[in-house]
T-cell receptor, first 113, second 112 residues
Framework: AQTVTQSQPEMSVQEAETVTLSCTYD???????LFWYKQPPSRQMILVIRQEAYKQQNATENRFSVNFQKAAKSFSLKISDSQLGDAAMYFC??????????FGTGTRLQVTL | NAGVTQTPKFQVLKTGQSMTLQCAQDMNHEYMSWYRQDPGMGLRLIHYSVGAGITDQGEVPNGYNVSRSTTEDFPLRLLSAAPSQTSVYFCASSYNGADTQYFGPGTRLTVL
């Protein structure tokens, strides 16, 4: 079975600064997908970024980028130019076959002025 | 497109009662899933479906029942509610097994 570990229960960043959220996973599969989801207080799960394991290039979406290290099974999320609206829970998720997701326990991100 | 919709948003049950959480999507997605979210934990998969008429168990299926008679709908039934089923429930859908899953707004369920 796959496991996803987020070792940082809480992180804090100042507005306009950069923060990196960590995620590691364990799998024996060679083809899979990795995701970062954001959950604001409204509890809606919002896709932040997606990475296909077969792609060596790190995914980027505006201020959000990932550092995907397949051999190390590491998938960290970097948020640049942090904004107050980035404050939320962030979940790392592993997707294998049949669109079944395995989630980490989440990192709560605070953004301060 | 309404996306993924869930009803109700909130529900309080007594131990032993049964109920159905509704989930619908209008994106013609084949794959649909149910997750539960408990404090301090990530979302955990309850049941999933890869198409109408096909369902399978996820990580925490006990106490829940599903069926998928149409592509659009994927209801989750609690057969005899227990306090351990107090949680937030999310429904999600995707076009195929490799596609991104899109989530509904969730249902907060409390079992007394």
């Amino acid at each position: 079975a796959q496991t996803v570990t987020q070792s940082q229960p809480e992180m804090s960043v100042q507005e306009a600064e950069t923060v990196t959220l960590s995620c590691t996973y364990d799998t024996s599969e060679s083809d899979y997908y990795l995701f970062w989801y954001k959950q604001p207080p409204s509890r809606q799960m919002i896709l932040v970024i997606r990475q296909e394991a077969y792609k060596q290039q790190n995914a980027t979406e505006n201020r959000f980028s990932v550092n995907f290290q397949k051999a190390a099974k590491s998938f960290s999320l970097k948020i640049s130019d942090s904004q107050l609206g980035d404050a939320a829970m962030y979940f790392c998720a592993y997707g294998g076959t049949a669109s079944k997701l395995t989630f980490g326990t989440g990192t709560r991100l605070q953004v301060t002025l | 497109n309404a996306g993924v919709t869930q009803t109700p948003k909130f529900q309080v049950l007594k131990t032993g009662q049964s109920m159905t959480l509704q989930c619908a999507q209008d994106m013609n997605h084949e794959y649909m899933s149910w997750y539960r979210q408990d404090p301090g934990m990530g979302l955990r998969l309850i049941h999933y479906s890869v198409g109408a008429g096909i369902t399978d168990q996820g990580e925490v299926p006990n106490g829940y029942n599903v069926s998928r008679s149409t592509t659009e709908d994927f209801p989750l039934r609690l057969l005899s509610a227990a306090p351990s089923q107090t949680s937030v429930y999310f429904c999600a859908s995707s076009y195929n097994g490799a596609d991104t899953q899109y989530f509904g707004p969730g249902t907060r369920l409390t079992v007394l």
